[in-house]
């Protein structure tokens, strides 16, 4: 990788031998390899003893939680905040753990819904849960660095299922308690509302 680093740069423009550029393309290299960590991770050494058996019904949320992306289009990065949330049928997820599953996605080369969508299955397959429901909103630098529909460079996805897709008080509860500061998403399977990254150029 290092190699071709070294033959960016100067494709660039640049000189790939001038001090500043000297340990770039080893610096890119570690950079790209954390970025996409994500191949790597094993989603069930991840969740390794924190699945546990409990009498609970009511939705369990965790909002806010941050996260970086690399746009497949153009190996930028997308960023910003995702809520999850579940109603689970016996089992529950260590709350600690949904970051970490939104990392393992996240550090991957991604669109926003096919993201969204990751997460919310991921947690389907592994507690069943009554309902899941996953909103992420992000800007995406493709967008807003290009100055390309700047003021669209802002993008919500949602992946509801189960009882938020199915009960309309349900989902709101949860709109509600995420305090959405745009549009309610659109409910669907990775639905954008705003204007992500489709890579038209
Ligand atoms: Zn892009």
């Known amino acids: 990788m ?45 969740l390794n003893n924190a699945l546990f058996t409990v009498d609970y019904s009511e939705m369990v949320i965790v909002k806010d939680i941050d996260f970086y992306s690399l746009c497949e289009h153009h190996l930028l990065p997308f960023f910003g905040k995702c809520h999850v949330a579940y109603i689970p049928t016996d089992k529950v997820i260590g709350l600690s753990k949904i970051p970490r599953i939104v990392d393992v996605f996240a550090r991957r080369l991604q669109v926003q819904e096919r993201l969204t969508n990751q997460i919310a299955n ?59 500061g745009h549009a309610s998403p659109v409910i669907g399977d990775g639905t954008a509302t705003g204007m992500a990254c489709i890579g038209e150029d």
Do not use: W
């Open 2 to 46: 290092q190699e071709l680093i070294r033959r960016l740069l100067a494709d660039l423009g640049e000189d790939p031998t001038r001090e500043g550029l000297l340990d770039t393309p080893k610096r890119v290299e570690k950079a790209y390899k954390f970025l996409t960590s994500g191949y790597d991770a094993d989603i069930d050494q991840v």
């Open 122 to 180: 991921t947690i389907r397959d592994k507690i069943a849960p009554v309902g899941v429901a996953v909103v992420m909103e992000a800007t995406h630098l493709c967008m807003s660095m290009r100055g390309v529909e700047k003021q669209n460079s802002f993008a919500v996805t949602s992946a509801m299922a189960g009882a938020f897709r199915d009960n309309a008080r349900t989902r709101m509860e949860f709109l509600e308690l995420i305090k959405l």
